[in-house]
């Protein structure tokens, strides 16, 4: 039996506390998404939410419901950006579950009806 594996963390630099304290001031949560859930969940979601928007299939996801958003109905764009995120994520060689494509989609709308999100200068 060999000894355990000991990972070891790099010391909190105190710019690096600060930044992430500022990103999190950052974020944006309307007032409709805060009324449902209060203040510290819907802002803890949001960042979660921005963090997620953020990884590769996220980025998919959030520029496939921009590019459908002006579709007729919603079971359209539903459709369409599932496709999109799913064809993304094939080439990229990410291999996805379709509840987690729903999720992001679900996530990115959110986004893009602004319930939440960091503010573009």
């Not at 203040?39 to 590769?56: I, N, P, R, W, Y």
């Not at 579950?97 to 990115?108: F, G, H, N, P, T």
Request: aromatic share 10%; charged share 15%.
């Amino acid at each position: 039996m060999g000894t355990p594996a000991r990972i070891v963390t790099p010391p909190n630099h105190w710019y690096s506390s600060a930044l992430h304290f500022f990103h999190h001031i950052g974020v944006y949560v309307s007032d409709a998404f805060v009324s449902l859930f209060g203040m510290d969940a819907a802002h803890t979601f949001a960042v979660g939410a921005e963090s997620l928007l953020k990884s590769k299939l996220g980025v998919l996801a959030w520029e496939a419901v921009q590019e459908v958003e002006n579709m007729a109905s919603g079971a359209e764009k539903n459709v369409a950006a599932f496709a999109k995120i799913a064809a993304g994520a094939k080439a990229a060689g990410l291999e996805v579950k379709d509840s987690l494509i729903r999720l992001l989609i679900e996530v990115a709308v959110s986004r893009l009806k602004g319930l939440f999100g960091t503010p573009t200068v």
